[in-house]
């Protein structure tokens, strides 16, 4: 299986600040990668897919990047609606594999 | 718009077995696939398992053995089915439209579902 290394698993910012959370892949995936925003009673949201592409809704402020074995997600200008949990997910092959997490809270 | 909604037992016991039930709305199950995927209390996402618009699965081999997934679309549900549970196997199931290969293009709230002795 292709093993997915999120990190960090815990990231305190404050609004306004910049932040990037990794996703490392054992293997290349290509650009199989997606990412998803998990939020305290609402459903899982796919943010970006494809690597960099963002899906339809999502705020500018997010972007991703990466290709192969090595991806990043990078979200500019918090906004307090950002403090959530963000989940990396390789489709390259199966079984689809999910990176561990990554919880950003507020400073 | 696409909703998904997962209803399962709440409460299993050990060597028994699950199902659990993703009614959707929005789309037609010819059209895109559905995953299910699970999370263990404090655990990751695991990805289980799905089937494809063409009614074609696959699964994780990690659960193969044991799990089954299916469909009724005249009802725009797919069932999941895992039999011989053990207490590792409490977690929440959901279930998620694929709309783009291999991605979770929309999720339900989830179930918990505990499996106790």
């Known amino acids: 299986d292709v093993q997915m290394t999120q990190s960090p698993s815990y990231l305190a910012a404050s609004p306004g600040e910049s932040v990037s959370i990794s996703c490392k892949a054992s293997?290349?995936?290509?650009?199989?990668l997606a990412w998803y925003q998990e939020k305290p009673g609402k459903t899982n949201k796919l943010l970006i897919y494809?690597?960099?592409t963002l899906q339809s809704g999502t705020p500018s402020r997010f972007s991703g990047s990466g290709s192969g074995t090595d991806f990043t997600l990078t979200i500019r200008s918090l906004e307090p609606e950002d403090f959530a949990v963000y989940y990396c997910?390789?489709?390259?092959?199966?079984?689809?594999?999910f990176g561990s997490g990554t919880k950003l809270e507020i400073k | 718009q696409v909703q998904m909604k997962e209803t399962g037992p709440g409460l299993v016991q050990t060597t028994q077995t699950l199902s659990v039930t993703c009614t959707v709305s929005?789309?037609?199950?010819?059209?895109?696939?559905v995953h299910w995927v699970r999370q263990a209390p404090g655990k990751g996402l695991e990805w289980m398992g799905i089937?494809?618009?063409?009614?074609?699965?696959n699964y994780n081999s990690a659960l193969k053995s044991r799990l089954s997934i299916s469909r009724d679309t005249s009802k725009s549900q797919v069932f999941l089915t895992m039999n011989s549970l053990q207490t590792d196997d409490t977690a929440v199931y959901y279930c998620?439209?694929?709309?783009?290969?291999?991605?979770?293009?929309?999720w339900g709230q989830g179930v918990m579902v505990t499996v106790s002795s």
């Open positions: 494809s690597g960099s």
């Open positions: 089937i494809w618009g063409d009614g074609s699965t």
């Open positions: 998620a439209a694929n709309v783009y290969y291999g991605l979770l293009d929309y």
């Open positions: 929005g789309f037609s199950l010819t059209s895109y696939g």
């Open positions: 997910q390789q489709h390259n092959e199966y079984p689809f594999t």
């Open positions: 293997k290349s995936i290509n650009t199989y």
